[in-house]
């Protein structure tokens, strides 16, 4: 059954891939690595041995009620000689797709060998839920580029998060948690998308890829709700399937896959790679990423 569901898997990450180059032939060395980062990822996954978690549906709607997050609750581990394993392997898949990947993979290898970067601290750091700010001034510390070091992190802890995403986030019923934060890492949501006949709002996390729901006319950052404020930024001559939604109070955007006409929902991190142009837009426009 397991290899069957990574049969699948991979199946619809070439479907994806296929489909976003249709749309996106410029992407096209982007979402190479991406898919490559991806396979590596779900390779390691499948070698981690399974989790058992303390928690249960009761205990679960406690920490919803009172807005802690469930890995917190848990005596949950990273296995951080295999992330870290992972995250060297991350690092040349990166460098080998184009001299500005190979120069930040450069970087990093010198900062491992000159002991200014302790890969395996730093992941443990990451999955015991150190802020993006954090993680960013890390890699300023170190003239890394900000976005390429945190999604090494990430990618390098997710096979650990997801395993314990999978066994916490059913214990949940979303309905129960409005926060903008992962309700089982605490991660802010990088991308978003609409689901369901009635465009249902879901959040999608970064790290340990589990989705929540949040009211679809409200600022996930700041919170406001006067529609005014609130408008949608799409890119001229490409699918409005793939939008940012803006807020002009505090000016911070989030990125947003229309799913509902679509055969089923993508692999987030290939819709996320496949839309950089919002955020180039968003940008330009003045805005800044949640």
Same mark, same amino acid.
């Given at each position: 059954m397991?290899?069957?569901?990574?049969?699948t898997?991979?199946?619809?990450?070439?479907?994806?891939?296929?489909?976003?180059?249709?749309?996106?032939?410029?992407y096209?060395?982007?979402?190479?690595?991406? #898919?490559?980062?991806?396979?590596?990822?779900?390779?390691?996954?499948?070698?981690?041995?399974?989790?058992?978690?303390?928690?249960?549906?009761?205990?679960?709607?406690?920490?919803?009620?009172?807005?802690?997050?469930?890995?917190?609750?848990?005596?949950?581990?990273?296995?951080?000689?295999?992330?870290?394993?992972?995250f060297? #392997?991350?690092?040349e898949?990166?460098a080998?797709?184009?001299?500005e990947?190979?120069?930040e993979?450069?970087?990093?290898?010198s900062?491992?060998?000159?002991?200014?970067?302790?890969?395996?601290?730093?992941?443990?750091?990451?999955?015991?839920?150190?802020?993006?700010?954090?993680?960013k001034?890390?890699?300023?510390?170190?003239?890394?580029?900000?976005?390429?070091?945190?999604?090494?992190v990430?990618?390098s802890?997710?096979?650990?998060?997801?395993?314990?995403?999978?066994k916490?986030?059913?214990?949940l019923?979303?309905?129960?948690?409005?926060?903008r934060?992962?309700p089982?890492?605490?991660?802010?949501?990088?991308?978003?998308?609409?689901?369901?006949?009635?465009?249902?709002?879901?959040?999608?996390?970064?790290?340990?890829?589990t989705?929540?729901?949040?009211?679809?006319?409200?600022?996930?950052n700041?919170?406001?709700?006067?529609?005014?404020?609130?408008?949608?930024?799409?890119?001229?001559?490409?699918? #409005?399937? #793939?939008?940012?939604d803006?807020?002009?109070?505090?000016?911070?955007?989030?990125?947003?896959?229309?799913?509902?006409?679509?055969?089923?929902?993508p692999?987030?991190?290939?819709?996320?790679?496949?839309?950089?142009?919002?955020?180039?837009?968003?940008?330009?426009?003045?805005?800044?990423?949640?």
């Open positions: 397991a290899d069957e569901e990574a049969q898997w991979a199946q619809k990450l070439e479907e994806d891939v296929k489909r976003a180059l249709a749309d996106m032939p410029e096209e060395k982007v979402l190479a690595m991406y #898919r490559e980062l991806l396979l590596a990822q779900n390779e390691a996954k499948s070698k981690l041995p399974a989790v058992e978690v303390d928690m249960d549906a009761d205990r679960a709607a406690v920490c919803a009620d009172t807005g802690v997050t469930l890995l917190g609750e848990v005596d949950a581990k990273l296995d951080a000689e295999a992330a870290a394993a992972l060297g #392997r991350l690092k898949i990166a080998g797709h184009g001299e990947f190979a120069e993979a450069g970087k990093l290898t900062a491992v060998e000159s002991g200014k970067l302790d890969v395996e601290a730093v992941l443990e750091e990451a999955f015991r839920g150190q802020s993006s700010e954090e993680l001034k890390q890699a300023m510390d170190l003239d890394l580029d900000p976005h390429f070091f945190a999604l090494l990430y990618s802890i997710r096979p650990n998060l997801e395993i314990y995403a999978q916490l986030a059913p214990l019923d979303d309905k129960d948690w409005d926060k934060s992962c089982v890492c605490g991660r802010l949501p990088y991308i978003t998308k609409l689901v369901g006949e009635e465009g249902r709002r879901v959040l999608c996390c970064p790290a340990c890829s989705t929540w729901r949040f009211p679809r006319l409200k600022c996930v700041c919170g406001i709700d006067n529609h005014e404020k609130l408008r949608m930024l799409y890119a001229e001559g490409k699918s #409005r399937e #793939r939008y940012a803006v807020c002009d109070n505090c000016k911070r955007y989030l990125k947003v896959i229309d799913t509902r006409k679509m055969a089923r929902s692999i987030m991190m290939i819709a996320d790679a496949s839309t950089l142009h919002i955020d180039m837009l968003a940008q330009r426009e003045g805005f800044v990423a949640l």
